[in-house]
């Protein structure tokens, strides 16, 4: 204390100027006095540090010509002499100072204030100037991070937004070069991501640098996942591959960062080139840390996008491209096709067996199933083709630049077919996969994607009604027909939501007593134009476009209530026979829904019978025993309809859960003449008994047709003899008349 107080006193207190002096030169600020030609007649020691004087008194009498550039003294000559005429002081003006002897850009806050004299006229300038660079770095920092997580929220594209990162650290870093690397698909090498100040020759060579001990700073830093730090690329073993490369550009040190993702995965590495030997400064690590976490956002974020464009356009389950890619795909292939005129062909293709494996094996397995053959179809493709999965077990095949014939098609169709057939493992089960394929080909079949992919859908559609298993070219005359059927598809469809249909119901016998145990419920449309339309004329329509789902599940639904209705009405119970298409009963909610409306409705099980085509019970035996069996088990029992018109397995009979055949009525028609009529009858009611099922004969119209079914004991009889299908109020008599006589007599 007693020191302070005696230089003060000793130096400077008695000497004002000195004590000014002192005062200034301590400042760490420009502090300057100029006369009326901008002249210096003051200045402080950092004044004179700056411009390289030994001492303030060297700029005495200089001006700003003999000290900056000529452009920057103009600029601020002008504004000195502006002060001094206007004598109205300029306070805190930003300006960018570049220094002439090095080069560097300095920030300064300046303030130039008029000197006056004692009668207050202006006699020079005071200028004090305050050095802002870090202040202005900061800021520059600020904004341009901002910009920069501005362009990733905006989605720029990811090289731009990197880009930039790296010319942000360029500028805050002098003499120093930003590379990013990106990993790249395979996780094994990374290739170019920016560095727009190292030349394309060396970006292209380390572009697919390898990851791995030994491989520069890069490639080390993705392999540690850790910071590598080479002062001297020259010396440091971990360059001895690429040292030449690096010397020939002239860079002599690398620190390199790793990318890392928020849960630790090394997306990339951010890279410092110097062209001297050096170790970063703690400043430049710090800045690197900002940087790779920033290129860490924009990398992540890149690969969120790309994952959700790619879950747009792919199934997610077998990452085949889906619908969406499909229609883009097939109007590209058409394009094109325009130039170079070849074909194009859309397979429609449908898995003939898949519920079966879904259903019994489970959903896993059912998935299991779906990628395997997706495999298969991208085997059997060209890499131009594309295979495609619309949903479920259907998938589209886009056949590209095809020669003007059928032959390639075929070929190619054999093959999928062939792949699809292979045999398929699935828990330990082997199964063999068949699909029914529709084709449509550019140009003939249709000139835009939509029309092609239908027009495959509907030969796909005629393929499976073939039998299965087969595959169909389109042709016009599908086409006609799909039009006309889409006109009676939207009728169904809006005569189910404005309750157009009805139930009739059909009874039937047993022979021997005469009683009614069953009614068979036959749908009715009351068309609004057309009138009463039968089911011959909707159902086949029904079951193609699939509206017999919604269609046949009102059936269902209304059957069992009005079975309950009478039950409720006090009426012996009977069972409801409702006929089931092949199209309801493969949809895979089918149980599910017969479950539901039997709760919904509260009818026992056992009162509800389904009649099941014989025809859609050859075709897929285990699949249908399956189904079968499910619904058995609660007590629904099953009729086999038409029986004798298809190709029955005897054997596969033999395992059916059936209670009862019916004789197609075809049989009924010339029983009386026709003696193999005759025979199968009476061969279908042997074979029915044989295998304990009971045998109802349908369409019986005559005395001598149930004289000679009674003779061959046929156990229930169903026709126009006893009954022709009725409303549910003519049955509920029927029953009432039974309840009282006890039985139906022949009309
Ligand atoms: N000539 C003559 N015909 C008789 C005689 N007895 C019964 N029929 C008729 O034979 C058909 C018996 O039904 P189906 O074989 O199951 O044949 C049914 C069935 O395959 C289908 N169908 C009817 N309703 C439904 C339904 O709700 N769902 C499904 N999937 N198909 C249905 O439509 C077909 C025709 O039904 P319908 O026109 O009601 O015709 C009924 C019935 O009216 C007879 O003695 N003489």
Not at 69 to 91: K, L, N, P
Not at 142 to 161: F, G, K, W, Y
């Amino acid at each position: 204390m007693s020191i302070v107080k005696n230089d003060l006193a000793d130096n400077s207190l008695n000497d004002p100027h000195r004590l000014l002096r002192n005062m200034i030169d301590q400042v760490p600020d420009y502090l300057f006095v100029k006369d009326l030609d901008c002249r210096f007649i003051v200045a402080n020691e950092a004044v004179a540090r700056i411009h390289g004087f030994e001492s303030p008194d060297d700029l005495t009498g200089k001006n700003d010509f003999d000290l900056h550039d000529a452009s920057s003294a103009a600029r601020f000559s002008q504004i000195e002499r502006q002060v001094i005429r206007t004598g109205v002081a300029m306070i805190g003006m930003e300006e960018c100072v570049v220094d002439a002897a090095s080069g560097k850009e300095r920030w300064l806050s300046t303030s130039k204030v008029p000197l006056r004299s004692a009668n207050d006229t202006v006699v020079g300038l005071i200028g004090i100037s305050r050095d802002i660079s870090a202040r202005k770095r900061d800021d520059f920092l600020r904004d341009e991070q901002t910009a920069i997580l501005e362009m990733i929220v905006v989605n720029s594209p990811l090289h731009a937004v990197l880009d930039r990162l790296v010319r942000l650290m360029e500028r805050q870093l002098v003499g120093v070069y930003g590379s990013i690397l990106l990993l790249d698909d395979g996780g094994t090498h990374l290739k170019h991501g920016a560095a727009p100040a190292l030349s394309q020759e060396y970006c292209g060579a380390i572009d697919g640098l390898p990851i791995g001990p030994g491989a520069g700073s890069c490639g080390t830093a993705a392999w540690l996942g850790e910071s590598v730090i080479v002062a001297d690329i020259a010396s440091d073993p971990l360059w001895k591959n690429y040292r030449d490369l690096a010397s020939r550009h002239g860079l002599k040190s690398c620190w390199s960062a790793p990318v890392l993702s928020h849960d630790g995965i090394v997306l990339g590495t951010f890279a410092l080139y110097s062209a001297r030997v050096r170790h970063p400064e703690p400043a430049e690590i710090n800045l690197t840390q900002i940087a790779t976490r920033i290129a860490a956002i924009a990398i992540e974020r890149k690969h969120a996008e790309d994952k959700i464009r790619h879950m747009a356009y792919h199934d997610m389950l077998t990452g085949l491209p889906n619908r969406s890619l499909l229609t883009d795909r097939l109007t590209q292939a058409m394009l094109q096709t325009k130039r170079h005129n070849p074909w194009v062909s859309v397979l429609f293709v449908d898995l003939d067996n898949f519920k079966f494996v879904n259903d019994s094996l489970g959903h896993t397995a059912g998935d299991e199933l779906l990628k395997t053959v997706a495999r298969r179809m991208e085997n059997c493709i060209q890499p131009t083709d594309a295979a495609v999965r619309m949903g479920g077990d259907e998938f589209v095949i886009l056949l590209t630049d095809l020669p003007e014939n059928t032959d390639a098609i075929a070929a190619a169709m054999h093959k999928i077919r062939a792949a699809i057939l292979e045999p398929m493992i699935i828990r330990g089960r082997e199964f063999h996969i068949t699909c029914s394929i529709g084709i449509a080909t550019y140009p003939q079949d249709g000139t835009d994607a939509e029309t092609l992919i239908a027009n495959a859908d509907i030969a796909m559609y005629k393929a499976k009604e073939a039998g299965r298993d087969g595959f169909r070219f389109f042709t016009p005359e599908l086409n006609i027909k799909a039009h006309e059927r889409l006109a009676l598809h939207d009728g169904i469809r809006r005569g189910i939501a404005q309750s157009e249909f009805h139930l009739l119901y059909q009874p039937q016998v047993e022979l021997e007593f005469g009683r009614i145990f069953a009614v068979e419920a036959l749908v009715r449309w009351n068309h609004p134009q057309l009138g009463l339309i039968n089911p011959n004329e909707f159902i086949p329509l029904a079951e193609e476009t699939g509206l017999i789902v919604p269609l046949g599940e009102w059936v269902l639904y209304e059957a069992c209530k009005q079975n309950k209705r009478w039950q409720d009405a006090g009426f012996e119970p009977i069972t409801m026979c409702v006929n089931v298409s092949a199209r309801q009963f493969h949809d895979q909610n089918w149980t599910s829904r017969v479950m539901h409306a039997l709760g919904e409705t509260e009818l026992d099980a056992k009162c509800l019978e389904l009649e099941l085509t014989e025809s859609l019970v050859m075709r897929d035996v285990n699949e249908v025993i399956a189904t079968m069996e499910e619904l058995r088990k609660v007590g629904v029992s099953f009729a086999i309809d038409d029986f004798g018109t298809g190709y029955s397995n005897l054997s596969a009979l033999k395992s059916l859960p059936v209670s009862r055949l019916k004789i197609d009525r075809s049989f009924l028609r010339n029983l009386v003449e026709d003696d193999d009529d005759k025979t199968i009858t009476a061969a279908v009611i042997s074979l029915a008994q044989k295998l304990n099922m009971k045998v109802i004969a349908e369409g019986v119209e005559t005395h001598e047709q149930l004289t000679f079914l009674r003779e061959n004991h046929c156990d229930e009889v169903q026709g126009h003899l006893f009954s022709e299908a009725v409303s549910s109020t003519e049955i509920g008599k029927l029953l009432q008349n039974q309840q009282s006589r006890s039985g139906l007599a022949p009309a």
